[in-house]
């Protein structure tokens, strides 16, 4: 079953297209990777998604039901993001507890004390950490943090936005492995958007290259690994991992 379609998906921003008919299919219980350089197009796709932009053109559908460009709490709690940088999506001044209990409140949601409690547990984390404030954390517990606050609704989705990129390259393998483990725990989609061949090789079952708004081609874990492409898109960044390695 496909858990997230679109269908000839089209942007502009003043008059100039950043997206230009892009078509691509995440099934359910798959994590889907969006790969490409700055500029490439990838976040803006995920940005669609989330309910970032709402003028956007063409189809997205999710489990089955199209999306409109009104962004509304079915669509919020089945369908939540992790952000880039951990620490400029929590507050600084609101303890964990208060970030976690604020999408609970928006979703009139009951059991706030347990959910918070398993969740933290879910993602590593005791609850002694309720009470912590985002300066009383490490990056990686930031992140962790914020995934928590993405899955205390129950989504179906996540949509992941480069969510190791800010971390230290010690603690991105121990966001990399919680996000599989959750992923098989709790059957989730991920669709993630990065810049890192490590990244999606470790996470991604399947990659869609982005190059210059298009979808430049879709490709197995293993085709990338044994770089098996098509795309010059493709091609430059292997070459590009290759001469930095």
Same mark, same amino acid.
Do not use: K, N, Q, Y
């Given at each position: 079953m496909a858990m997230i379609q679109i269908q000839d998906?089209?942007?502009s921003f003043?008059?100039?297209p950043v997206l @230009?008919? #892009?078509n691509l299919t995440v099934r359910e219980g798959?994590?889907?990777g969006l790969l490409g350089e700055s500029g490439s197009g990838k976040t803006t796709v995920l940005r669609c998604l989330a309910g970032q932009y709402h003028h956007w053109r063409g189809q997205i559908q999710v489990a089955g039901e199209a999306l409109t460009h009104r962004l509304t709490l079915a669509?919020?709690?089945h369908m939540q993001?992790?952000?880039q940088d951990p620490y400029g999506s929590l507050h600084?001044? @609101?303890? #964990?507890?208060?970030?976690?209990?604020?999408?609970?409140?928006?979703?009139r949601l009951g059991d706030v004390d347990g959910r918070i409690d398993r969740v933290l547990t879910q993602v590593g984390l005791s609850p002694a950490f309720r009470e912590r404030l985002p300066h009383q954390l490490s990056g990686g517990q930031r992140q962790?943090?914020?995934?928590?606050?993405?899955?205390i609704l129950e989504p179906r989705v996540l949509l992941l936005d480069e969510p190791t990129s800010a971390l230290d390259v010690s603690v991105q393998a121990e966001i990399l492995n919680l996000l599989a483990s959750l992923r098989e725990r709790h059957g989730l989609t991920y669709l993630m958007v990065t810049h890192d061949l490590g990244v999606v090789a470790h996470l991604c079952d399947r990659i869609g290259v982005m190059a210059a708004g298009r979808l430049a081609e879709v490709l197995s874990r293993d085709q990338l690994r044994a770089g098996q492409v098509q795309a010059p898109a493709t091609r430059a960044l292997l070459d590009a991992c290759a001469e930095t390695a």
């Open positions: 998906l089209s942007l003043a008059g100039v @230009h008919g #892009v798959e994590a889907f669509r919020c709690r993001m992790v952000f600084p001044r @609101h303890s #964990v507890a208060t970030a976690l209990t604020e999408p609970l409140h928006i979703h962790r943090v914020a995934i928590a606050r993405a899955l």
